[in-house]
């Protein structure tokens, strides 16, 4: 192996998401099947035990691309040369709570995270956040590490942008592939604005082909609340799927695309005020997220993203409030 390894570093390894994402990074599904990755599992000290665990399992693959794994659980030592950072660790919404409601429990997690990347981490590192509320959290992060560039810091929504493919694929009665150009603005969460303005299939713009009423009121509400339809399913959130999204996330990020959905700084691009943390219809060149520019937005999803993005910075006012930012 020539090439010096990637230090990808994942917090909450032990949970359900670690689960479903770790093996995949390992496999090379994550950078490339030619790219060498050294783990690091950042956990709290009651599920060490389990991360040792999987790791154990990880070592029993016998992954071609893994150079070693490190176990620890302490911030200082899990971001030490980090090239990508998957904060996943968080704690998991139960039934009948909305994100809002974890802005506390949560905030005090990602600051000092992202203290430790700041202090730490590797010069080129990529921060990717998957814990909720992901957005508000990856801003905390972010506020800790002026030393960063602040367009390191994402969150994911690559999750709905998945869903909302599938969710129109289903409806047209066409494989995935057919769908180009989805985009999801604003928060993960149920305000989140599901875009068919501008998605295509077969070079037909999404919207012009489903009626309005699917549009308005199955679409959009599936999408937004899927994350809520699957805990009500399952009993515990969504993992593999959020694990292959963070794939599909950082893969894209460093390999390039020319169009997805990511949660990345705004420059106040449409209206959405500098420095939140808010998803947008994104290309990656170079290794870097461009907004996409120059889309008509009309009055209905100007309303739509309007909401969500005021959503946004009330979360960002409540963790300010809180002294988290
Ligand atoms: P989980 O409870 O199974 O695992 C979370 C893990 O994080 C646990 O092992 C816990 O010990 C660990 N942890 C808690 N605090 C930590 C800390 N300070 N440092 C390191 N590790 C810590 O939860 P999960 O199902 O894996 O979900 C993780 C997060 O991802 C949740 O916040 C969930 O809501 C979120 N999520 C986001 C999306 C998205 O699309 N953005 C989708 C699904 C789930
Ligand atoms: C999801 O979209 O599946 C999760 O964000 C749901 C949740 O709140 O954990």
């Not at 590797?122 to 992901?134: C, E, F, K, S």
């Not at 209905?300 to 993203?305: A, D, G, H, L």
Request: some cysteine.
């Amino acid at each position: 192996m020539a090439q010096t390894p990637v230090k990808v570093t994942v917090t909450g390894a032990a949970g359900q998401i670690g689960y479903a994402l770790l093996f995949r990074i390992a496999s090379g599904q994550l950078l490339g099947a030619d790219v060498p990755v050294k783990l690091s599992l950042l956990e709290i000290p009651q599920a060490v035990k389990a991360a040792e665990g999987t790791a154990m399992e990880l070592d029993d693959c016998a992954f071609p691309l893994l150079s070693g794994i490190e176990i620890t659980d302490d911030p200082n030592v899990a971001f030490d040369g980090a090239n990508v950072a998957l904060l996943v660790g968080a704690m998991p919404r139960k039934a009948g709570m909305e994100r809002g409601d974890l802005l506390e429990a949560n905030g005090g997690i990602f600051g000092p995270q992202g203290k430790a990347i700041n202090d730490h981490a590797a010069d080129d590192i990529r921060v990717l956040v998957v814990g909720n509320p992901a957005n508000t959290n990856a801003l905390i992060a972010q506020q800790h590490a002026p030393d960063v560039p602040a367009e390191r810091f994402t969150a994911m929504t690559r999750l709905d942008h998945n869903r909302a493919i599938s969710q129109l694929a289903a409806k047209l009665q066409v494989p995935v592939t057919e769908i180009k150009k989805m985009t999801i603005w604003g928060n993960h969460s149920a305000t989140q604005y599901p875009d068919l303005f501008h998605a295509e299939v077969g070079g037909k713009i999404a919207a012009e082909l489903v009626d309005d009423a699917w549009l308005r009121d199955t679409f959009i509400p599936t999408v937004a609340k899927r994350g809520a339809a699957i805990i009500e399913a399952r009993g515990a959130s969504s993992a593999a799927s959020a694990a292959n999204a963070a794939i599909d996330h950082v893969f894209d990020w460093v390999n390039g695309t020319e169009w997805t959905s990511a949660a990345i700084p705004s420059d106040g691009s449409y209206g959405v005020p500098e420095g939140l943390i808010s998803s947008f219809p994104v290309a990656s060149r170079n290794g870097r997220w461009e907004i996409i520019q120059g889309l008509e937005i009309d009055a209905f999803s100007r309303e739509r993203i309007d909401a969500s993005v005021r959503e946004l910075e009330e979360e960002r006012e409540a963790v300010r409030s809180l002294g988290l930012i």
